[in-house]
């Protein structure tokens, strides 16, 4: 068994999306050790924590202090909360666009992002699989692999059906530099 089941520290269901790495979980606390799964997830070292989680979720399971521990960590906060098994609301929606840039940055610049919902399947897998189809994943393939990872990430019905609706970024093709190099003069290859 693994050392961090062992302490019951919470499960990080971790994929590598947009160039950066980002890791669905539970909220801390959520199985009663607020402080040792805060420890957890922060070793990850996160750009970036987003929680969908809504303020009474987080008071229930201890981890009203949240906010201020990922952010006394370094780590930047984005607070999305959005209902059990419902789409984000319009509201939610406008706040998406910025906070979705944001996270493609971070991403694209090989930083982690932790998306947190109360049990850290439903809404974590909804927002983790629009991140990927918007970071230019395939619809289809992003789902397959997000499932792979995490079995129940993704749940049917509106969460799932707002996550496919995400418009696909164009995914950018970027050589490296040693290819360049070796695509050069009198290699017979097109740089």
Same mark, same amino acid.
């Given at each position: 068994m693994?050392?961090?089941?062992?302490?019951? /520290?919470?499960?990080l269901? $971790?994929?590598?999306?947009?160039g %950066?790495?980002?890791?669905?979980?539970p909220?801390?606390?959520?199985a %009663?050790?607020?402080?040792g799964?805060?420890e957890?997830?922060?070793?990850?070292?996160?750009?970036?924590v987003?929680?969908?989680?809504?303020?009474?979720? #987080? *008071?229930? $399971?201890?981890?009203r202090?949240?906010?201020? +521990?990922?952010q006394?960590?370094?780590?930047?906060?984005?607070?999305?909360?959005v #209902?059990?098994a419902?789409?984000?609301?319009?509201?939610?929606? &406008?706040?998406?666009?910025? +906070?979705?840039a944001?996270?493609r940055? /971070?991403?694209? %610049?090989?930083?982690?992002?932790?998306?947190?919902?109360?049990a850290?399947?439903?809404?974590?897998? #909804?927002l983790?699989l629009?991140? #990927?189809? *918007?970071?230019?994943?395939a619809?289809?393939e +992003?789902?397959?692999?997000?499932?792979s990872?995490?079995?129940?990430?993704?749940?049917?019905?509106p969460?799932?059906?707002?996550?496919?609706a995400?418009?696909?970024?164009?995914?950018?093709?970027r050589?490296?530099p040693?290819?360049a190099r070796?695509?050069?003069?009198? &290699?017979?290859?097109?740089p």
């Amino acid at each position: 068994m693994a050392e961090a089941e062992q302490r019951g /520290a919470a499960v990080l269901h $971790v994929l590598p999306v947009g160039g %950066g790495i980002v890791a669905l979980s539970p909220l801390p606390g959520a199985a %009663g050790d607020f402080r040792g799964d805060l420890e957890h997830v922060t070793s990850l070292r996160p750009a970036f924590v987003v929680c969908l989680a809504t303020q009474a979720e #987080m *008071e229930e $399971v201890g981890a009203r202090s949240l906010p201020q +521990a990922v952010q006394d960590k370094g780590t930047r906060w984005l607070h999305v909360p959005v #209902m059990a098994a419902e789409a984000p609301s319009a509201e939610t929606l &406008s706040a998406w666009t910025e +906070a979705s840039a944001a996270l493609r940055r /971070a991403l694209a %610049g090989g930083g982690r992002v932790v998306v947190y919902s109360r049990a850290g399947a439903g809404r974590a897998g #909804m927002l983790v699989l629009r991140l #990927m189809i *918007e970071a230019g994943e395939a619809p289809d393939e +992003a789902e397959v692999r997000l499932v792979s990872v995490h079995p129940g990430a993704v749940v049917p019905g509106p969460q799932r059906d707002w996550a496919l609706a995400a418009p696909r970024e164009a995914v950018e093709f970027r050589r490296h530099p040693d290819e360049a190099r070796r695509a050069g003069p009198g &290699s017979g290859k097109k740089p």
